[in-house]
């Protein structure tokens, strides 16, 4: 993957919503957790009631931060548990999107299942599904998980829920490789977006509260 003279474009501690950030499908709060300040994001209340497929899972429901991103790296820590209300097929799932166009028309992210992680001991086939890849609107998880059943679009890692994770993203073209706490749990010499420019996106789907802390987006 090429890197040259990497330039940090932006920093962002989250202690409240970033200057510009607009909110789509998404509540947004500062709160305290786990010993630091962070920024609280959910499932509206009409979105988590809506239509999946539509109104979320793999849907643009994320706290978009305006950015000229295309080629880079972007990283995080996020801190996700499961909501009261959650559903059974509920996983914690939070990340971050990227190269979100204008008026949401298209976007990739990476999201983790913290329930999926190794250390909450999950069961059959969720163990290799702690981490995922997609590419909106046309290749959500179950797409990629029928039409490539080897799995190379998501995979397991060593974490579990409310712990806070460290998530980064190095993108270049169609390239993408993404580590949490320093260890490597996808490489991806070809993914299913275009190589587009746009914001970035503190991502959440179904039954998840994360919070959010230290963003940096770093363009190439």
Same mark, same amino acid.
């Given at each position: 993957?090429?890197?040259?003279?990497? !330039?940090?474009?932006?920093?962002?501690?989250?202690?409240?919503?970033?200057?510009?950030?607009?909110?789509?499908?998404?509540?947004?709060?500062?709160?305290?957790?786990? =010993? *630091?300040?962070?920024?609280?994001?959910?499932?509206?209340?009409?979105?988590?009631? @809506?239509?999946? =497929?539509?109104?979320?899972?793999?849907?643009?429901?994320?706290?978009?931060?305006?950015?000229?991103?295309?080629? =880079?790296?972007?990283?995080?820590?996020?801190?996700? *548990?499961?909501?009261?209300?959650?559903?059974?097929?509920?996983?914690?799932? $939070?990340?971050? $999107?990227?190269?979100?166009?204008?008026?949401?028309?298209?976007?990739?992210?990476?999201?983790?299942?913290?329930?999926?992680?190794? %250390?909450?001991?999950?069961?059959?086939?969720?163990?290799?599904?702690?981490?995922?890849?997609?590419?909106?609107?046309?290749?959500?998880?179950?797409?990629?998980?029928?039409?490539?059943?080897? @799995?190379?679009?998501?995979?397991?890692?060593?974490?579990?829920?409310?712990?806070?994770?460290?998530?980064?993203?190095?993108?270049? %073209?169609?390239?993408?490789?993404?580590?949490?706490?320093?260890? !490597?749990?996808?490489?991806?010499?070809?993914? %299913?977006?275009?190589?587009? *420019? @746009? =914001?970035?996106?503190?991502?959440?789907?179904?039954?998840?509260?994360?919070?959010?802390?230290?963003?940096?987006?770093?363009?190439?």
């Amino acid at each position: 993957m090429g890197d040259s003279n990497p !330039q940090i474009t932006a920093m962002h501690a989250l202690h409240d919503l970033p200057a510009g950030a607009s909110l789509n499908s998404v509540t947004a709060r500062s709160v305290d957790v786990a =010993g *630091r300040q962070a920024l609280r994001v959910e499932l509206t209340e009409a979105a988590a009631s @809506g239509v999946p =497929g539509v109104d979320y899972i793999d849907q643009p429901t994320f706290v978009l931060i305006p950015a000229d991103f295309g080629n =880079g790296v972007v990283e995080v820590d996020v801190l996700s *548990r499961l909501a009261e209300t959650a559903p059974d097929y509920a996983r914690a799932f $939070a990340g971050l $999107a990227y190269r979100i166009t204008e008026g949401l028309d298209s976007f990739e992210a990476v999201y983790v299942r913290p329930l999926n992680g190794a %250390k909450a001991d999950p069961p059959g086939p969720r163990a290799q599904r702690a981490a995922q890849y997609f590419a909106y609107p046309d290749w959500n998880f179950e797409r990629l998980r029928e039409e490539y059943p080897d @799995g190379r679009y998501e995979s397991g890692a060593d974490i579990g829920p409310d712990e806070w994770i460290h998530l980064r993203i190095a993108i270049h %073209k169609g390239e993408l490789r993404a580590s949490v706490d320093g260890i !490597q749990i996808l490489d991806l010499p070809e993914t %299913k977006g275009r190589e587009a *420019r @746009g =914001g970035i996106g503190l991502f959440v789907d179904i039954g998840t509260v994360a919070f959010f802390s230290n963003l940096s987006i770093t363009a190439l």
